[in-house]
């Protein structure tokens, strides 16, 4: 009569304990460039936003928006500052003066901010020409979230642009 042995096939404690270590690794790898890429696609869509809104003074401007109940605008612009931006206006009573009147307000979210100090510029009527910028170049504001920033240029010629990092090109 012939016997026949079975053989019990396993895998050891040492083997599980080295797959197990090597699935934690990649999990971890894993997770941190999900954050990473999250925060970054955050900060993309709060410049995308901003650079939006911009256009959207740009385009008052280019079309000479009346407004309800008001004077007659000679400017569009946009201000900024901490984690809220505003389009705004000077009517043909205060063109000459620093007073101007909110259009429209907006916030950055999930933690955006700016990191350029808070100010404006405005677009000219009607061909919606930027307002002296500093030193006659492009006006470029910086937002941030973590030790990440995005920049949205505002070109003299009158195209709107989000770059990576903190400068204009």
Known sequence: MQ????????F??????????????ISAVVL????????NRELEVGAREFATVIREAQNYALSGKKLLG???????????GGTSY????KDEAGCGSASVTTLSSHTLQRGVVFST?????FFTLPHANLSPTPGGGSYGITLRKGGQSRTVCVYTNGSVTDVSGSTCP
């Open 3 to 10: 016997r026949f042995e079975k053989s019990v096939r396993a």
């Open 12 to 25: 050891t404690l040492i083997e599980l304990l080295i797959v197990i270590s090597i699935v934690g690794v």
């Open 32 to 39: 941190t460039s999900f954050g990473s890429g999250q925060r």
């Open 70 to 80: 008001g004077g007659d605008p000679c400017v569009f612009g946009v201000a900024w």
């Open 86 to 89: 505003d389009i705004i206006y």
């Open 117 to 121: 100090p808070s100010s404006s510029f």
